[in-house]
Each structure stands twice: as C-alpha cells, then as structure tokens.
C-alpha cells in the first residue's frame, strides 16, 4: 500500500484584512461566517446563504463539462455545454455577479479575489469562476502535511503502482514528427516513442524550444 497525504482542514481558512478597514476570519461554518460578514456589513450577511445555493446549482449544472475533454471546435457546441448556458451568463464578470449579492465592496472582494490564482482581474473575469470561491466554503481549505510536494509525490506513487514510468534529470531536447503530428521525445538519455505528448512547459519557451519552426504557423520565430 502506498502512503496516502495527510490533509489538514484549515479553520478559519485564512484571513482577510481590508485597507478600508475590518477583517474577515473566513470559515466554512455559515452561521460563523454569517457573523464575520455582518460585523462589517450587517445588510450582506443574509446573502451568504444565498450565494452558496446559487454556486451550489452552478457548480452541478456544469459539472459534466468540466468532467469531460474539449478535443475540437465542434466540442463547444455539445448539448450539455448548452443546457449550461443560462448559469454561464458571459455578459457579466465576477465583481458583476457579486453586485446582485453583495453591496459592500470589501465583501465582494471577499469573495472575488480567488479570480487572481487564474491571474484575472475580477472586473474581467466571467461570472462563472465564482465558483472557485465556492468551493472553499462548501469542501473547505486543507494543508497538506509535508506541503504540497506532499502532493505531487503521493501523485507519482501512485502513477507508479499503475504501470507509468518516471523519468527525472533527462532534459527534453526536441521532439518528433510525423506530418504535424508529435510521435517521440529527444532526450538527454535517448529517447521516447509516443502515441501522444502532453506539454506542460512554458508555452512560449517550449514552442521555440521542442517544435520547429516550420511547423509553428501561428507562433513562428519571426
């Protein structure tokens, strides 16, 4: 059996402290998190529920498209990502949505700064990431025990038990093609054939770096 990671659920969550004055010790507990609202803004504390339902039902309808893969274009059209239509409301952004719950604006950044781990801006970012908030107070915050590498390795674990092979200190040279197609990665140590390649390096480096430039029509050299 391999070690599982050891989670540690966080309470309060963490906390926010507003130039504007007041703080909040964000806890997934309502009733608490009620009253940590109503101190600074005692109008938006009985929206919370209201927000929670309303993600609640967000977060469900869109559940099937954010489980599945989007390969082409015509993935777009799928008719569950349609039905999900009325929740996406794409006309509004994040700060947008939160201006139909919320009136104070430290509350609203209370629950609009989650828009930042996508490095958007919430006046921009589209209404339906409030569900990134969401998720922090209906499953909670939890810190791995060991930090996250605790996490990446008991990833690997268990990637291992399950047949895959992990190759560390073998630089990425290049990779192969057949057409526009990626079949094999040069390496430091040899080589690997592949019936696909995922590439989570830097966009920009890797596209210079690992495809040639004859290939790239969009994001040549020039």
Same mark, same amino acid.
């Given at each position: 059996?391999?070690?599982? $990671?050891?989670?540690?659920?966080? !309470? ?5 402290? #507003? ?27 009985? &929206? =919370? ?12 309808? %869109? ?6 893969? #989007?390969?082409?274009?015509? !993935? ?8 999900? +239509? ?15 719950? %919320?009136? !104070? ?7 609009? =700064? ?8 919430? #006046?921009?970012?589209?209404?339906? #990431?409030?569900? +990134?908030? =969401? ?61 696909? $390649?995922?590439?989570?390096? !830097? ?5 210079? &770096? ?13």
């Amino acid at each position: 059996m391999h070690r599982e $990671v050891d989670l540690v659920r966080l !309470d309060p969550q963490y906390r926010i402290q #507003f130039g504007a004055g007041g703080r909040i010790d964000a806890t997934a507990d309502v009733p608490r998190m009620e009253r940590k609202i109503a101190a600074i803004s005692p109008g938006d504390a009985k &929206k =919370f529920r209201r927000f929670l339902l309303e993600n609640r039902a967000r977060l469900e309808a %869109f559940r099937p498209v954010l489980e599945r893969e #989007f390969l082409g274009f015509g !993935d777009l059209f799928s008719a569950d990502l349609l039905k999900c +239509l009325p929740h996406l409301r794409p006309h509004q952004s994040l700060d947008g949505y939160l201006r139909t719950l %919320f009136r !104070d604006p430290r509350i609203r950044l209370a629950f609009s =700064f989650q828009s930042k781990y996508l490095g958007m801006s919430p #006046f921009r970012c589209p209404s339906l #990431f409030s569900i +990134l908030s =969401f998720l922090e107070y209906e499953h909670g915050v939890w810190h791995p025990l060991g930090g996250c590498a605790a996490i990446t390795e008991a990833m690997a674990r268990t990637a291992q038990a399950m047949g895959v092979e992990i190759c560390t200190s073998e630089p990425v040279l290049g990779m192969e093609f057949q057409g526009r197609r990626a079949t094999a990665l040069r390496t430091a140590g040899g080589g690997h054939k592949a019936d696909a $390649v995922v590439v989570t390096a !830097d966009f920009a480096r890797a596209m210079h &770096k690992l495809v040639p430039d004859r290939l790239r029509r969009r994001w040549s050299d020039r």
